[in-house]
């Protein structure tokens, strides 16, 4: 990059460079703004910036770059921030990152609007009827201290999001403290169903996947290019992969019955009905051919017939799906979201591990993960079941104090589960928050959180690539407002009412961090080097790599207790599938005041700025609705209004609306556009996990009458082309890739 | 059926003509201040998008023209109409275009004027606007010189000036009998200044019709080029739908027609105000709706040979241009166009018509709209359907304020048009003495066959 | 007699007082005119002559002192923005200067020092937002690889700041006064200069020439891209 | 300044297409975009609002189509009576296409888009009246309007948000076009350096927003003119030419097995941006 010499240069001064990270008297916005005006030139007029000190890097007018982790997603891909005059402008990859590799998602460039965005909570708010106060943080703290005094541990929760490194670390010690278990993992998107499945197949949660070695993958549901695991990373493989070795490409099909971006770059999109994942993959193991013993046994039944008629896939595709995995190896099967969100979740989920292990691609493709040595930082996998167990607690008024921490519950629950009510029911909830969301603004104490970009910490990806590694997060501007803390800081001063003698060392959660860093310097691979320099390398890097403990690969999937149930029959008042449309930019919706995501089209609709509901373009005319109609989506939970668009991308029996929308809070840029499709989600559990299956709503559609006009970047033209030739496309036989760069 | 009657005095000419400048009916001050409303509706209109910006006229980034350029080319083809009637009828030595020509010549200038306008109203920085006129700066560059849009800034401001001398000088000797019958105040002021002291003298008149004739010879040729300078702006480029070879000539009909249109309604409307039955005759009016009828065969004309030369093209974008046209979006539009366009003026063919004042009122009307149609036609079609189908038809009506700025041009337009008439004589009354000298001589001379006959 | 002229002198002259005032006002400034802008106030009034000023053989307790340019402007060479020098940069030499410490301009600088505020300096030479001027590549051109002296370089731009003492802009520093020296042929390289590699590419549209050497000539870039963002 | 330079330089200004007396020369910026490597993923869309400054308009103006994303992508599928789009959607990231012989730039009456040196096709906010006849004469519409004044909009620009802004790019206001400049800031600073270091910029020094943020590596930027840029590599393995309005790769009689192609290129405007076709597996 342009002036990323500098870096180089900051790394001996972490301490100055906190006076760096100043804003530098902000004339700029004015500046800016007049630009194109009439007349700018004032002079005279205008203020130069100026420093009182300065070191020899600080360049007026020169950009200086620092790492730190993005925390937009769990994918702990590693960031690059460009800072100039104290502000941070742009968030790019960190090329030494092996999980991203010097690239960013667009949900991870949209970090900068997470950090900027002008309806974060800037004060500690005490609800005062339907108000929030604006409190001191020694009141907070008092207030916390007076709550939870005389209260059992057992009536304490802790509700968050998924979290790892010493932020785990701090937090789960001070739930010791306070003496309770109830620390509730939630994540309202999370491959749950396929980590279990995995533990019983491979013997590891999640494996390490190699695109890049494979010829084929066939993925059930894996929208690994956009939201599922660790996109950015997976998006690197995939390039590899299609680019495949001697010209010869590797080749996607994916299986589901919505499609999602994974599934609108494959070579072959199959719909098939929904639920019926693990029979076609039971189907294309009988059609290979090549299962012996249990397994051929269990598979006998699922002809090439029975499979088609089940799965609504043809016989003849099913012939050369596997024709194709047969020469062409090795190959790679991927269980998604799709294939996981029904009651037979796990099952589906089985018969595809099951598939991959006759193919052989275990060890192959299918590689041993490696995790950090330090398993206390080990990220906590956040699940629904979590969510499940809180709310039945919250529903007997088990809880005197509920702490709510990156997680949105009262948005994120299904309606099933009437969360908000229940949550009414704890005494005192704390919710610590980077805006009013709909939980903070359940909550009776608010306590406002630096953003990511201001915030210090570590993170412990979950998917890991080449080694371990742990993230450093480091603040890339000093505080936007004055009255922020980090969650770090927050927890280190309760954790210091109740111990306050063991942590009276640590001033800060830096403090407290640097300290834990060092103390393992040997094992983060600083041994023998100066404390002040390892910490200052290790800042300067953003990334502490390890070489990490593997974990051994087994494969043991087996046909046992494999029974995978016959699809369901269809119900009469609820016709027709709900599937919860997961958008790689805005996920379960906690990003959602970030504009730049608002007005970034979805891939597949291009719609903006609002919510859908998908409908086959057949289904559509079979019910007389067209592009823009309103409809009224009722499943016996609750029903939503949104607009139609027709899409040739899904199952005729199902309808899909994205989550992330339909905000009743949050801000300016989120509240009021679109629909929250968890509101009318049945409660439907996985049966071996408990795990809530996300795809067995079911849902019936009226008419409302309305129509509008859908908010959207394609034309009228719609997906054609017109004849004229804009985006080409040619097949592998009249292609030659073996020449190209 | 004559053009004008033989019989009437020359002190009546002047008389009635002078009258018109004193007391008009009731309805010219009706008729003056609607228009001023309508011009102070579009006043607002203009400060609010000064304001907020250019998107207030709803218009978005395919399609970044809108109402105003059809309306700017709309009134640009108002203008051809009174070259078309001074310039060339007086070249060919018409007669009956005598009285009603100088009208004809004011309504030139002031579309021209509305024209400039929208230019005006169009650009997004319009505090910028001096940055496209050639004049040696502090910044050291130029206007691209490259650009149709800067000929076109050119040619009209070439057009207007020398339409504005032509009207000007036309008028010197009106000017002069004005100066001499009116009553002393600012009003004669302003005749004796403009009146440039024209003394009737035989050199005074000999040098009169040298220059008239100069400038109206210059005139034509500019007028034809300024349209077809307006049609390069759409057939220089590329698009589809524009770039049409015949574009030039269509557009110059399509000018003269609407401006026949025009002069057929405000002919009507002056005749009636100003009480100028005896000079604005119905035989007159006769002539100009055949010359409309004409035109407007020519303008049909046109239109096939566009659509047919686009139709055995093989440029696949430009057809799918016309079938949009024919078909989506626009097709109420387009189709209004054609219907009044090219069979509205199928009426004119009918001898009852010619002369029905009512029918002539309503008819001319429709005319003018078919043009405005047509205008708005070239415009919008294209970028609704460019070269590239991604960015096809995005939502995009004209907002209020894109339909009050159209509006608020006819008042302005009005506006200036009415207090001309009513500040200058209207009826070039030294013409209409001609013209009733050489009927009367004309007369003499058939007398005369008679007799000699006898 | 004569009274038809009226009009047309009218005309005539209104037309000759507007153009003239058109041209009056739009007369680009050039190079070699000189026109002071504003005097700016400035929170101290900083004596550049003092500090850059020649020095006065006969008695130095009066003349300036030759301080180079860049001693105190030091982003300058290094960044697009030439800056301020930070108050640290003042406050290093005048610490150690107990002669002026009791002057009132220094004693206002000290107050600025202890309460660590940054001066709040005015602007004096202004660019509009969407120009982007580069101060390092002037520099870089015109002091490190044609050795001019840095006074002249800056003087370019900045007029003869060692004769001022709050600066004043002396250039109009117009479009048409920037572009008034890069339409200019100048030579490529120094007399007696290393002709670099490649370094015709940089001044010209043109070709490189076979051989650079102290007479080639070139102009400087002029795509608006150069300096507008 | 003066007529001398309407004179004497007129011709120049529109001299840049590459032609056998002027070849760009050190520089021609270029682009390869392998459609068969973008997923959709709109990270480069989004890459580019926060490098470049572009205002998200809402809803309501999204609705009129007064949306201002420099980088769209786009999506087709083929609509031939299927009942699913079965081999997937095709994406294609559209920008300014940068043309050698750019429509844009003739049409301009004061001269606010020209061509530079480098094979840019250039945009000067502040010149600009906004008569918008670059965007109507522009085939491929990529050129974005600022129809209202983004900066003074609060739902825009709150005053958290300007902090963002990036100070090497223009803020624009009202009235004014914008495009995509190919990150002209990045390569003005690029250059800078490289002046300054008597070279030329060397490949993989300067990186576009875009192409720095796309997942898959699916576009590649550099100097056309290097012989040792992957652009040029890529230009070159595809055989598609700069100055061509046919490739002749496309005259001769055997199909080509090369997926290199340039968008509307029959409409001669020289785009700087080579397509690569998406590839589709016959095999299923």
Not at chain 1, 117 to 142: Q, T
Not at chain 2, 263 to 288: G, N
Request: net charge neutral.
């Amino acid at each position: 990059m342009i002036d990323s010499g500098s870096v180089k240069q900051m790394a001996g001064h972490p301490f100055d460079r906190r006076d760096f990270l100043k804003v530098l008297g902000w004339s700029g916005a004015a500046v800016a703004l007049s630009g194109c005006g009439n007349t700018s030139v004032e002079d005279g007029r205008e203020t130069v910036v100026s420093y009182v000190e300065a070191n020899d890097y600080m360049v007026p007018g020169v950009g200086v770059y620092f790492n730190s982790t993005c925390a937009q997603c769990d994918a702990g891909c590693s960031i690059n921030g460009r800072v100039r005059e104290g502000r941070v402008l742009k968030l790019e990859g960190n090329p030494d990152s092996a999980i991203n590799k010097g690239r960013l998602c667009g949900l991870g460039q949209a970090g900068v609007q997470h950090h900027y965005n002008p309806d974060r909570v800037r004060e500690p708010l005490l609800r005062n009827g339907n108000k929030g106060e604006a409190i001191s943080w020694e009141k907070a703290y008092a207030l916390i201290a007076e709550k939870l005094a005389g209260v059992s541990g057992e009536e304490i929760a802790f509700l968050s999001g998924g979290v790892s490194g010493h932020l785990k670390v701090l937090l789960g010690n001070y739930l010791d403290s306070l003496g309770t278990k109830n620390h509730f993992v939630y994540e309202a998107i999370a491959p749950s169903v396929v980590r279990a499945a995995n533990l019983k197949a491979f013997g590891v949660e999640m494996p390490r996947y190699r695109f890049d070695k494979a010829q084929v993958v066939l993925s059930f549901g894996a929208d690994f290019l956009g939201s599922w695991v660790s996109p950015v990373h997976f998006s690197q493989q995939y390039a590899q992969f299609r680019k495949g070795v001697n010209g010869q490409r590797g080749v996607l099909i994916q299986v589901e019955s919505k499609m999602t971006l994974t599934g609108a770059n494959a070579d072959r999109w199959l719909a098939v009905k929904p639920g019926t994942e693990g029979v076609l993959a039971l189907g294309i193991i009988n059609a290979l051919g090549m299962a012996t013993g249990e397994v051929a046994e269990l598979v006998k039944g699922y002809d090439k017939a029975r499979v088609s008629r089940e799965t609504g896939v043809s016989t003849g595709q099913i012939d050369k799906i596997a024709a194709l995995l047969k020469l062409r190896s090795p190959s790679l099967v991927l269980a998604g979201n799709a294939a996981e969100g029904y009651a037979h979740g796990s099952q589906n989920a089985a018969a595809i591990n099951l598939l991959n292990q006759v193919l052989g691609n275990v060890g192959k493709t299918i590689e041993a993960p490696v995790s950090v040595p330090f398993p206390q930082m080990v990220p906590s996998k956040g699940n629904t079941v979590a969510l499940k167990n809180m709310n039945d607690g919250l529903a007997a008024g088990k809880y005197k104090v509920v702490f709510n921490f990156a997680a949105n519950p009262v948005f994120t629950a299904p309606g099933a589960f009437k969360f908000k009510d229940n949550f009414a029911k704890a005494g005192f909830k704390v919710a610590f928050a980077h805006y009013l969301d709909e939980t903070a603004l359940q909550a009776d104490l608010v306590l406002p959180l630096d953003s990511a970009l201001e915030d210090w910490g570590t993170q412990v990806p979950e998917y890991m690539t080449e080694g371990a590694q742990i993230n450093i997060q480091q603040p890339l501007m000093e505080r936007l407002h004055a009255n922020t803390r980090g969650m770090g800081d927050i927890l280190l001063g309760l954790i210091k009412q109740k111990k306050a003698d063991e942590y009276k060392g640590f001033e800060d959660y830096y403090a407290y961090l640097r300290g834990a860093v060092l103390q393992n310097k040997g094992a983060l691979g600083g041994g023998g080097v100066e404390d002040d320099t390892f910490w200052n390398d290790t800042l300067t890097q953003g990334i502490v790599k390890l070489a990490g403990t593997t974990t051994s690969l087994a494969a043991h999937a087996s046909a046992a207790g494999l029974v995978l149930p016959a699809a369901a029959e269809a119900d009469e008042h609820f016709p027709l599938h709900l599937i919860p449309g997961v958008t790689a930019s805005l996920r379960d919706g906690r990003h959602t005041n970030q504009p730049w995501l608002q007005e970034s089209p979805d891939p597949l609709t291009t719609i903006v700025w609002d919510s859908w509901v998908e409908i086959h373009p057949k289904k559509a005319a079979e019910l007389g609705i067209v592009e823009g109609d309103i409809v009224q989506v009722t499943s016996k939970t609750g029903s939503v209004k949104a607009q139609v668009y027709l899409f040739p991308g899904i199952h005729p029996e199902a309808i899909s609306i994205p989550v992330g929308r339909g905000h009743d809070a949050m801000g300016r840029y989120a509240k009021g556009y679109g629909v929250n499709p968890f509101q009318i989600m049945d409660a439907v559990f996985e049966a071996a996990t408990g795990e809530l299956a996300m795809h067995e709503t079911r849902v019936k559609i009226s008419k409302t009458g309305q129509r509008v006009l859908v908010v959207k970047d394609e034309g009228s033209a719609g997906a054609l082309q017109m004849g004229r030739k804009i985006a080409g496309r040619v097949s592998t036989d009249q292609v030659d890739l073996s020449k190209e760069v | 059926m004559k053009d004008i009657r033989e019989d009437i005095a020359w002190a009546k000419i002047n008389q009635d003509v002078m009258k018109s400048l004193e007391n008009p009916r009731k309805l010219y001050w009706v008729i003056l201040f609607l228009a001023l409303a309508a011009f102070g509706f579009g006043v607002g209109c203009e400060i609010y998008q000064y304001r907020t910006g250019m998107g207030v006229e709803n218009v978005n980034n395919p399609q970044v023209w809108g109402l105003y350029i059809a309306t700017f080319i709309f009134w640009i083809g108002m203008s051809h109409s009174g070259t078309l009637l001074s310039a060339i009828l007086h070249l060919m030595h018409a007669d009956w275009r005598k009285p009603i020509y100088r009208f004809a010549e004011a309504m030139t200038t002031f579309s021209l004027m509305t024209a400039g306008l929208f230019v005006m109203v169009h650009i997004g920085r319009l505090w910028q606007f001096y940055y496209s006129l050639p004049y040696p700066n502090d910044r050291g560059i130029w206007p691209n010189f490259q650009s149709p849009l800067l000929w076109d800034a050119m040619a009209i401001f070439t057009y207007l000036s020398s339409s504005v001398l032509f009207l000007f000088v036309g008028m010197i000797p009106d000017l002069a009998i004005a100066r001499d019958n009116m009553q002393p105040g600012w009003r004669q002021k302003l005749y004796t200044l403009l009146a440039l002291g024209w003394e009737g003298t035989d050199r005074q008149w000999r040098n009169f019709r040298v220059t008239y004739l100069t400038i109206a010879c210059f005139l034509i040729p500019l007028a034809v080029s300024v349209h077809s300078i307006v049609a390069s702006d759409f057939a220089m480029s590329q698009q589809p739908g524009w770039h049409v070879t015949s574009f030039p000539p269509y557009f110059v009909a399509g000018a003269l027609y609407s401006g026949c249109a025009a002069i057929i309604t405000l002919f009507i409307i002056l005749r009636y105000v100003f009480r100028f039955e005896t000079y604005m005759t119905l035989p007159i009016l006769k002539k100009i709706v055949r010359l409309t009828f004409a035109i407007a065969m020519v303008w049909t004309y046109l239109n096939a040979v566009e659509f047919a030369a686009v139709w055995y093209s093989h440029d696949e974008a430009s057809k799918a241009v016309l079938i949009q046209k024919m078909t989506g979006t626009y097709a109420p539009f387009w189709w209004g166009m054609i219907f009044c366009g090219s069979v509205v003026p199928l009426v004119f063919a009918f001898k009852r018509f010619q002369t029905n004042i009512p029918v002539l009122f309503a008819v001319s009307l429709l005319l003018n709209l078919g043009m405005w149609l047509e205008r708005w036609m070239i415009v919008a079609p294209t970028f609704s359907h460019g070269y590239y189908p991604w960015t096809w038809d995005h939502e995009q009506w004209p907002s209020l304020v894109a339909w009050g700025m159209v509006f608020a041009s006819f008042g302005w337009f009005t506006l200036l048009f009415m207090i001309f008439c009513k500040v200058f004589p209207s009826v070039s009354m030294y013409e209409v003495k001609e013209m009733v000298y050489h009927r009367t001589l004309h007369l003499k001379k058939s007398e005369n066959a008679e007799q000699g006959a006898h | 007699m004569y009274r038809f002229l009226r009009f047309p002198i009218l005309l005539v002259g209104l037309f000759l007082a507007a153009s003239s005032f058109a041209a009056n006002s739009s007369q680009p400034a050039l190079t070699t005119e000189d026109s002071l802008g504003p005097q700016v106030q400035q929170p101290i009034e900083f004596p550049h002559n003092r500090h850059a000023g020649l020095k006065d053989a006969s008695d130095p307790a009066k003349g300036g002192m030759e301080i180079n340019c860049q001693y105190c402007h030091t982003y300058a060479r290094r960044s697009a923005v030439a800056g301020i020098p930070p108050l640290q940069k003042c406050i290093g030499c005048h610490q150690n200067i107990e002669s002026v410490r009791n002057k009132p301009r220094i004693v206002e600088l000290f107050k600025y020092w202890d309460a660590k505020k940054a001066v709040p300096w005015k602007k004096v030479h202004d660019l509009p937002d969407f120009v982007r001027f580069n101060h390092e590549r002037h520099i870089k051109r015109f002091v490190e690889q044609q050795d001019r002296p840095v006074q002249e370089a800056c003087g370019y731009c900045h007029g003869d700041v060692k004769e001022m003492t709050v600066a004043r802009r002396q250039k109009s520093l117009a479009m048409g006064w920037c572009a008034s020296c890069h339409e200019k042929d100048h030579p490529v390289v120094a007399e007696g200069g290393t002709p670099i590699a490649g370094q015709a590419y940089w001044y010209s549209f043109q070709k490189p020439a076979a051989a650079v050497d102290a007479n080639t000539k070139a102009r400087g870039p002029n795509d608006c891209w150069q300096c507008h963002k | 300044m003066s007529v001398s330079n309407l004179l004497e330089n007129w011709a120049q200004v529109r001299h840049e297409h590459p032609n056998n007396d002027k070849p760009h020369d050190p520089y021609k910026w270029a682009m390869a975009i392998d459609l068969d490597a973008c997923t959709g993923c709109n990270a480069c869309s989004i890459a580019c609002y926060a490098e470049n400054n572009i205002p998200v308009v809402g809803k309501e103006r999204f609705q009129h189509g007064q949306q201002m994303h420099w980088m769209r992508v786009e999506r087709y599928w083929d609509e031939d009576g299927r009942e699913f789009p079965d081999q997937g959607f095709q994406f294609l990231p559209m920008m300014c296409q940068q043309c050698e012989a750019a429509p844009c730039e003739t049409v301009c009456p004061v001269a606010a888009t020209n061509h530079t040196a480098d094979g840019l096709n250039s945009q000067i906010y502040n010149r600009c009246i906004g008569s918008r006849y670059c965007s109507a004469n522009c085939p491929f519409k990529v050129r974005y309007f600022n129809w209202y004044d983004y900066p003074t909009d609060e739902m825009v620009w709150p005053a958290e948000m300007q902090q963002q802004m990036n100070p090497d790019v223009s803020v624009r206001s009202k009235g004014v076009m914008e495009k995509c400049t190919f990150c002209v800031q990045r390569l003005s600073a690029a250059k800078v350096k490289a002046k300054g270091e008597g070279r030329i910029v060397a490949e993989g020094e300067v990186q576009t927003a875009c192409q720095q943020a796309c997942p898959t590596s699916a576009i590649s930027f550099g100097n056309l003119v290097n012989p040792d840029s992957r652009v040029h590599k890529q230009w070159a393995a595809q055989q598609v030419e700069l100055d061509k309005d046919k490739q002749a790769k496309n005259e001769e009689e055997e199909a080509s097995e090369l997926r290199g192609y340039r968008i509307l290129e029959e409409l001669r405007a020289y785009p700087s941006v080579m397509y690569l076709e998406r590839v589709r597996e016959s095999a299923v």
